[in-house]
T-cell receptor
Framework: GESVGLHLPTLSVQEGDNSIINCAYS??????FIWYKQESGKGPQFIID?????DKRQGQRVTVLLNKTVKHLSLQIAATQPGDSAVYFC?????????????FGTGTRLTIIP | DTAVSQTPKYLVTQMGNDKSIKCEQN?????MYWYKQDSKKFLKIMFS???????INETVPNRFSPKSPDKAHLNLHINSLELGDSAVYFC??????????????FGNGTRLTVT
């Protein structure tokens, strides 16, 4: 069946270092891949997305890489800060009976060590 | 100026009771959703509505009944609550998708605990 999964459930990174969060997906028909950040007690917040016909997209301190050959997605966060500590979800969006459907992965907890 | 607001934030109730969670968005979005997040943080869609019309119903028990009085509101009513209903429920909204991606905007969740 379709799934969006993550390689690592937890990740600890020293403040100031770069972090990479990985995600594997199985559905090749997805239109977009999206990263969300969820802080404690809050709802998921959109970070960045990438269309399925792209392989790289950059934002402010974040870069998303998409490797369709191996169905792998990653989120790179540069110069991590304490505020980056959160659970990060990858998600895939595809059309479902004429409407969009978003399927989330299981999440990776990122902890920034001061 | 909260974009997607849901109430209550916490809800503790006993098995068998009926409860409702309310959601409102002031973003002018046409599509609203309910997601359930379990204790392992797994997020799964339950329903989506577009302009008050049910679009997605993801094999949710019919004890769960969403109601959309207008496109800015999507409430969730749950009958005969069970222990397994304990979770965090998130409301979300998005624009009608066009050529570009339209990200979901989530509320801060309602933590439902059934005892």
């Amino acid at each position: 069946g379709e799934s969006v999964g993550l390689h690592l459930p937890t990740l600890s990174v020293q403040e100031g270092d770069n972090s990479i969060i990985n995600c594997a997906y199985s559905n090749s028909a997805s239109d977009y891949f999206i990263w969300y950040k969820q802080e404690s007690g809050k709802g998921p917040q959109f970070i960045i997305d990438i269309r399925s016909n792209m392989d790289k997209r950059q934002g402010q301190r974040v870069t998303v890489l998409l490797n369709k050959t191996v169905k792998h997605l990653s989120l790179q966060i540069a110069a991590t800060q304490p505020g980056d500590s959160a659970v990060y979800f990858c998600a895939e969006k595809r059309w479902y009976f004429g409407n969009e459907k978003l399927t989330f992965g299981t999440g990776t907890r990122l902890t920034i060590i001061p | 100026d909260t974009a997607v607001s849901q109430t209550p934030k916490y809800l503790v109730t006993q098995m068998g009771n009926d409860k409702s969670i309310k959601c409102e968005q002031n973003l002018g979005h046409d599509t609203m959703y309910w997601y359930k997040q379990d204790s392992k943080k797994f997020l799964k869609i339950m329903f989506s509505y577009n302009n008050k019309e049910l679009i997605i119903n993801e094999t949710v028990p019919n004890r769960f009944s969403p109601k959309s009085p207008d496109k800015a509101h999507l409430n969730l009513h749950i009958n005969s609550l069970e222990l397994g209903d304990s979770a965090v429920y998130f409301c979300a909204s998005s624009r009608v998708p066009g050529q570009s991606n339209s990200p979901l905007h989530f509320g801060n969740g309602t933590r439902l605990t059934v005892t």
